[in-house]
C-alpha cells in the first residue's frame, strides 16, 4: 500500500462549488504539505503543518483552507472554487532530521478541474 | 529573480550519453538541496539529496554542489529512453521552507 494517498484522484466541478482533498499517510511523519502544480510555475506551497496544532500559510493560500484531523490525516478545501485553481494537487509529508532537515515525499496527486 | 532557478529545457540527450542539469539559487544560507524525478502526470519522486559542497553518487546519478557558487547539478551517466522526465531541484532555504525551480524536461532519444 502506498504511504501517502490522496482521494480523489480526479475530480470535475463547477465554479462556485465546495471542494475537499484529502491526504492520509502511514509514514508516521509529523509534518504534511500541500502543494498545487501549474504547467511552467513547478510546485507552489499552499498549506503546510509541522503537527496537529500548528498550520501555517504557504506562498499561495488564498481561496484554500486545510484541516488536520490526526497526525495522519490532512485535508485541502476550496470553499468556492474558480477556474484558475485548476491545476494538479499534490500532499506532501516530512519528518525533520536536523542533519539534512526537510525531505519530503509525495502522494500520487489529484487532477481538479473547475468548470 | 526566482528563489530556485532551472532551465525548463527540454534538455535532449542520445541514449547511453551524460546528461546534465543545473540548478541555481538566491538564498546563500540555504542548507540542504534535493533533485527529484516527475514522470509526467505522477508525483515527484525524490532521487538524490546533498548538503556538503562537492559530489555525492548514487548508482548512475552523481550531484554536485558549489555553496560559493550557489549552484547545484545532477549529472546522469549512461542516460536510459527511462530517465526521460522532468527534473526538479529544491532548496531548503534559511526560512525553513523547500523551494522547487520550475523543473528541466530531459528527453533521452533512443
Known amino acids: 500500500d502506498a504511504d501517502v494517498t490522496q482521494t480523489p484522484r480526479n475530480r470535475i466541478t463547477k465554479t462556485g462549488k465546495r471542494i475537499m482533498l484529502e491526504c492520509s499517510q502511514t509514514?508516521?511523519?509529523?509534518?504534511m504539505y500541500w502543494y498545487r502544480q501549474d504547467p511552467g510555475l513547478g510546485l507552489r506551497l499552499i498549506y503546510y503543518s509541522f503537527d496537529v496544532k500548528d498550520i501555517n500559510k504557504g506562498e499561495i493560500s488564498d481561496g484554500y483552507s486545510v484541516s488536520r484531523q490526526a497526525q495522519a490525516k490532512f485535508s485541502l478545501s476550496l470553499e468556492s472554487a474558480i477556474p484558475n485553481q485548476t491545476a494538479l494537487y499534490f500532499c506532501a509529508t516530512s519528518d525533520f532530521d536536523i542533519l539534512i532537515t526537510d525531505t519530503q515525499y509525495f502522494g500520487p496527486g489529484t487532477r481538479l478541474t473547475v468548470l | 529573480q526566482k528563489e530556485v532557478e532551472q532551465n525548463s529545457g527540454p534538455l535532449s540527450v542520445p541514449e547511453g550519453a551524460i546528461a546534465s542539469l543545473n540548478c541555481t539559487y538566491s538564498?546563500?544560507?540555504?542548507?540542504?538541496f534535493f533533485w527529484y524525478r516527475q514522470y509526467s502526470g505522477k508525483s515527484p519522486e525524490l532521487i538524490m539529496f546533498i548538503y556538503s559542497n562537492g559530489d555525492k553518487e548514487d548508482g548512475r546519478f552523481t550531484a554536485q554542489l558549489n555553496k560559493a557558487s550557489q549552484y547545484v547539478s545532477l549529472l546522469i551517466r549512461d542516460s536510459q529512453p527511462s530517465d526521460s522526465a522532468t527534473y526538479l531541484c529544491a532548496v531548503y532555504n534559511q526560512g525553513g521552507k523547500l523551494i522547487f525551480g520550475q523543473g528541466t524536461e530531459l528527453s533521452v532519444k533512443p
Open positions: 538564498d546563500r544560507g540555504s542548507q540542504s
Open positions: 509514514k508516521g511523519h509529523d509534518r
